[in-house]
């Protein structure tokens, strides 16, 4: 699904990226973790078509990145720091506009299952502004996966949720994955990185520096092994 050969990413002077090689096959569920300034945002960004690479190639479903780019965005979804939604339109509307800018069929009834799956059927018709922080992440949860998408780009998806939201965001997560979807997700949360994935990336300094299968692995031991990898306390 993903193949990424010698990604390179520079900033000026600086180099954020040194030489990414990563394979990711359909429906694995990748967790990257790592130290802030790791490079691991950055990654996702270009993985997900959002920033470009100062060197090496990047293929998203049989697509090369640097001449398909249209093709492969409708097959992404994004959740990061920023929701991406308009605070002056209800939730309705925000996930009309994505839903119509994707081209998705039948979308008044997907619009509202997919509220259903974040739980904020009840407040399709308010505007965002008045959401907590923790209902605006859901909405953008529900924005990434309108459409559908066959890739799901998650970075640090569980900062301000509370608990209800983090089980939520599970499930959903959980239902993306089983139907033979890719999910690329940023966490600095072990126990919940662990439960949900195939396999766990560690960046560090802008290069892979530990790379597992995730069964069998318990958060104890992720947290010796990064600690003792990238060094500090986590």
């Given at each position: ?35 802030n ?77 997919v ?45 301000g ?40 990336l ?7 520096v ?13 947290k ?5 990898t ?5």
């Open positions: 699904m993903i193949t990424a050969e010698n990604i390179t990413k520079k900033i000026g002077s600086k180099t954020i990226l040194k030489g990414i090689d990563l394979h990711i096959a359909k429906g694995e569920f990748i967790t990257v973790f790592g130290p300034g790791a490079g691991k945002s950055t990654l996702l960004k270009i993985l997900a078509i959002l920033m470009k690479p100062s060197g090496g190639t990047l293929t998203i479903n049989g697509f090369n990145t640097n001449n398909e780019v249209v093709k492969v965005r409708g097959q992404i979804g994004v959740i990061s720091h920023q929701t991406l939604l308009y605070d002056s339109l209800t939730a309705y509307e925000n996930l009309e506009f994505y839903g119509r800018m994707y081209g998705v069929d039948n979308l008044r009834e997907r619009i509202f299952d509220l259903q799956e974040v739980g904020l059927e009840y407040a399709f018709n308010d505007p965002v502004r008045t959401f907590s922080r923790g209902m605006q992440q859901r909405l953008a949860i529900a924005r990434a996966t309108i459409h559908q998408p066959e890739i799901l780009f998650l970075d640090e998806p569980y900062t949720l509370d608990q209800q939201a983090i089980e939520i965001l599970n499930s959903v997560l959980h239902k993306f994955n089983i139907k033979d979807r890719t999910v690329f997700m940023i966490t600095h949360n072990f126990e919940q990185g662990l439960d949900l994935s195939d396999k766990v560690i960046i560090s300094k802008g290069r892979i530990y790379e597992r299968k995730a069964a069998g692995l318990m958060p104890h031991e992720m010796d092994v990064y600690i003792n990238v060094g500090g306390k986590v």
